[in-house]
């Protein structure tokens, strides 16, 4: 018999409502490989057992109580744990910061649709300060790993959500990505991660990020799971400025992923967008590999050029640099901060309001252009990154920030501009070095358009099934 972490997330949401599988067995197992497993893989800052069992016998009693489970939450008392820069009322928040040590008497709104939704919360998982850097080694944890090679980063800055899924200490996780942050983790730890719509799920009610670059989005080991898990935290609420439209009624994006696509326009690159950076060979073969895949499912698929201007680069640095500002911190307390945490809110410091406007309207000038070149397409094909998982500590290896943010930039170079135009994309873990290690692809949608790439995304899960592979570690 399977050992219950190696249940999807719907199979535990359907033993669950069929009374098969209690939710606090479900927990106590999730929290038991968590206490093994965590000081490997780095995946939890904060791990929160009562809260957890609270949630879970408060899940137990509900089925009891149902007339019709099948009425429940789709993923009703399953194991969902929380990224540690989001607000979870009563548990500690460090934001991955040693400046940082609050509990928050509320909830952010994701968190609020999470619990709506029904499901267990085991803790908060470990991300980097501010959730800045594509890597999380904060100075509040230990780094987070990706379970397929220990001595390798598990990505960032949603790094301790994808190790926690793909260790099996969660069937799932909520992640957020401002510039990457769901999909680099995903490619890096063999998941698949959905980086929303700007305003498919909500950001408030405390934050209010420049550039509104940031989203929630979730990270899990199917396109069910992950499809599941967006219908639990998405939905605007009535102080949102700028939310996304609804689906139309009766949609969900999980039946989404059990729809054919139907006959798609796929462009293609793998130039890089952000950096002048070499592509390697494993993130191309994966490319060209998933290339082959979609036109034998009678996809088109053609080679297209993206037009940026060099100036791009400038303009989301400046912005990133003032977000690394919004975070306030104790000035006493400055010289506690990482040093690239540090470098770039000097950056960010050195930025007049007329700058920093004119940043922000470039980039919406950026994002219309780059839509409207891209128009034809129903979907973009692009490697998710230009090189395959890297060791712990190579970012920050001679310790100079500037070297540290250049060497993301060429790691990164193919997942922020997506943040800048608002577009929903998607990593697929589709390709595996000679050493085993995962190798992610990217898809990207139209504004607003996650059914039809969760449908793709399904399609090509189902031709080229990626579940049965297991890190060492589960």
Same mark, same amino acid.
């Given at each position: ?52 069992? #609270? ?78 850097? @594509? ?53 890096? @730890? ?60 009766? #949609? ?30 494993? @993130? ?10 979609? #036109? ?119 997942t922020a501009l997506f943040n800048v135009t608002g577009q929903p994309a998607i990593s697929l873990p589709l390709h595996w070095t000679s050493e085993g290690l995962p190798i992610g692809v990217q898809l990207i949608g139209r504004p607003y358009d996650e059914p039809t790439l969760i449908s793709l995304a399904a399609q090509v899960e189902q031709a080229k099934p ?9």
């Amino acid at each position: 018999m399977s050992a219950l972490h190696d249940l999807t997330a719907l199979e535990q949401a359907d033993a669950i409502r069929t009374r098969t599988l209690s939710p606090v067995e479900l927990a106590e197992h999730y929290l038991a490989r968590t206490e093994a497993l965590n000081d490997e893989v780095g995946a939890f800052i904060t791990i929160t057992p009562e809260l957890a069992l #609270e949630h879970a016998r408060a899940a137990e009693q509900a089925v009891v109580d149902s007339a019709d489970p099948g009425e429940l939450p789709v993923l009703h008392g399953v194991v969902i744990p929380v990224k540690d820069l989001q607000f979870l009322g009563g548990v500690r928040c460090t934001m991955g910061s040693a400046t940082y040590n609050i509990t928050p008497f509320g909830d952010d709104h994701v968190v609020t649709r999470l619990k709506q939704g029904n499901v267990v919360m085991t803790g908060k998982t470990n991300t980097p300060e501010f959730g800045l850097p @594509c890597y999380t080694e904060p100075s509040v944890a230990l780094p987070a790993r990706t379970p397929w090679d220990l001595s390798c980063s598990a990505g960032g800055s949603s790094g301790g959500a994808a190790a926690a899924v793909a260790a099996g200490l969660a069937p799932a996780a909520h992640g957020s990505d401002g510039g990457g942050s769901v999909r680099i983790p995903a490619s890096v @730890c063999g998941l698949v991660g959905i980086k929303t719509s700007r305003g498919r799920t909500s950001m408030g009610p405390l934050r209010d990020p420049v550039g509104e670059f940031p989203v929630n989005g979730p990270l899990a080991r199917t396109v069910r799971d992950a499809a599941a898990l967006l219908d639990v935290m998405a939905g605007a609420f009535t102080d949102d400025p700028y939310p996304a439209p609804p689906l139309l009624p009766g #949609e969900t994006f999980l039946k989404a992923a059990g729809r054919e696509p139907g006959v798609l326009r796929i462009g293609r690159f793998r130039t890089p967008l952000i950096a002048d950076a070499e592509v390697h060979q494993d @993130c191309i073969d994966a490319y060209d590999s998933a290339s082959m895949l979609l #036109e034998e499912l009678g996809h088109v698929v053609e080679d297209f050029t993206p037009v940026f201007p060099d100036t791009m680069v400038g303009t989301f640095e400046t912005i990133w640099s003032v977000l690394a500002l919004l975070t306030p911190v104790d000035p006493a307390r400055e010289d506690d901060l990482m040093p690239l945490t540090r470098y770039l809110r000097e950056r960010g410091a050195g930025v007049s309001g007329l700058e920093l406007a004119g940043a922000v309207s470039f980039a919406r000038i950026i994002s219309r252009s780059a839509i409207a070149a891209s128009a034809a397409y129903d979907v973009l094909l692009t490697p998710t990154l230009a090189m395959p998982p890297v060791p712990v500590g190579y970012f920050t290896d001679g310790g100079d920030p500037a070297t540290d943010f250049a060497r993301q930039k060429a790691f990164t170079p193919f997942t922020a501009l997506f943040n800048v135009t608002g577009q929903p994309a998607i990593s697929l873990p589709l390709h595996w070095t000679s050493e085993g290690l995962p190798i992610g692809v990217q898809l990207i949608g139209r504004p607003y358009d996650e059914p039809t790439l969760i449908s793709l995304a399904a399609q090509v899960e189902q031709a080229k099934p990626w579940l049965g592979r297991h890190p060492e570690i589960w």
